[in-house]
């Protein structure tokens, strides 16, 4: 690949990959990696190889009378725009294994790289199900973090994604014939997270609550109910596999990894506070012990900085977080 192109957009909403490259080994190669996470229930990982690459994992399951798709993700193009490429190699995909009905999508968070592709599966006759609070934010939050030099092409059309018509405020099942779905809201990333899980295959669908190995975008987070959410879900799903927001599939000891980059951050940051020190000089002072543990994760150098401003931010009670539509 001769050139990787990160648009963080949003300052780290997602990290799209967007290639330069042409030629027909990259163009044959799908924007995810499909894995068989359980019975009937797969995880697509996002395949950096790709000229298309999901800005996002998704995955689906497939019940007696149906599927539900956990999240609708896209790509990134050259020019700015987005593409629906993955979403509809993900419909494929799904198709080559069964012509049962699409009857959900679930968005487990607002971001973009999560409900971009919403249409794909709209379109086929899916319901979209997420938390309140994601209605109330798809449209206008994603507007807002793109912030003034917003492309018009960009705003029109994250103001033609599907909103969800089933919501949610604290727990909600979904059933395909015997095959329950638990649709449980969690704190941390952006205050309206679901976490999505699958009983009978002991699978966990955690979306960017969960990044394997990499730095996350921090834009909505409030990080101590994140570290509790961690260890909550690791507690009561030790025996579960996690698919991740963004990065691999893992387990609960995963999750514990990632929960010790959270105390990190939260420790090198409120240390340096301690100190006198705030804003880019606390960045300047803090990153290179930050890099000393996590420098090897994915997008370190890209939302590592970011991660500790918007740290000091929260414990500064300056952060701007999104706020439920009264």
């Not at 797969?42 to 950096?48: C, L």
């Not at 294994?97 to 086929?124: S, W």
């Not at 100190?275 to 996590?294: F, I, M, N």
Request: hydrophobic content about 40%.
């Amino acid at each position: 690949m001769k050139r990787r192109l990160f648009l963080v957009l949003a300052l780290g909403m997602c990290v799209l990959r967007v290639s330069s490259v042409t030629g027909a080994q990259n163009a044959a190669e799908l924007p995810f990696t499909l894995k068989q996470v359980g019975p009937n229930v797969w995880a697509a990982i996002s395949n950096p190889k790709s000229t298309t690459a999901a800005g996002a994992n998704t995955g689906f399951v497939i019940g007696d009378d149906g599927v539900a798709v956990i999240d609708a993700t896209l790509n990134g193009e050259a020019d700015g725009s987005f593409g629906p490429k993955p979403s509809q190699e993900l419909l494929a995909a799904i198709r080559r294994l069964t012509q049962l009905p699409i009857r959900f999508v679930i968005n487990t968070h607002y971001h973009l790289d999560h409900t971009g592709g919403n249409a794909i599966f709209v379109n086929a006759g899916a319901v979209v199900v997420a938390h309140q609070n994601v209605r109330s934010w798809t449209h206008s939050e994603n507007v807002r973090l793109l912030g003034k030099d917003i492309l018009p092409q960009q705003k029109t059309a994250i103001e033609a994604i599907p909103l969800p018509t089933v919501t949610y405020d604290r727990a909600i099942d979904l059933h395909l014939g015997s095959r329950t779905i638990r649709v449980r809201s969690f704190p941390g990333h952006t205050g309206g997270d679901s976490v999505v899980l699958i009983p009978d295959a002991k699978v966990v669908f955690a979306g960017d609550l969960y990044w394997r190995d990499m730095v996350p975008n921090m834009v909505d987070a409030t990080t101590d109910a994140w570290m509790n959410t961690l260890a909550t879900l690791a507690k009561t799903e030790p025996d579960s596999t996690f698919v991740s927001g963004h990065g691999d599939v893992g387990n609960a000891q995963n999750l514990g990894v990632f929960r010790d980059y959270l105390a990190t951050l939260r420790k090198l940051v409120s240390d340096a506070r301690a100190r006198g020190q705030s804003g880019e000089a606390l960045a300047d002072a803090v990153l290179p012990a930050l890099a000393t543990k996590y420098g090897g994760w994915e997008a370190f150098k890209y939302l590592a900085r970011s991660n500790l401003l918007e740290t000091d931010a929260e414990l500064s009670g300056k952060k701007r977080i999104p706020q439920p539509a009264r």
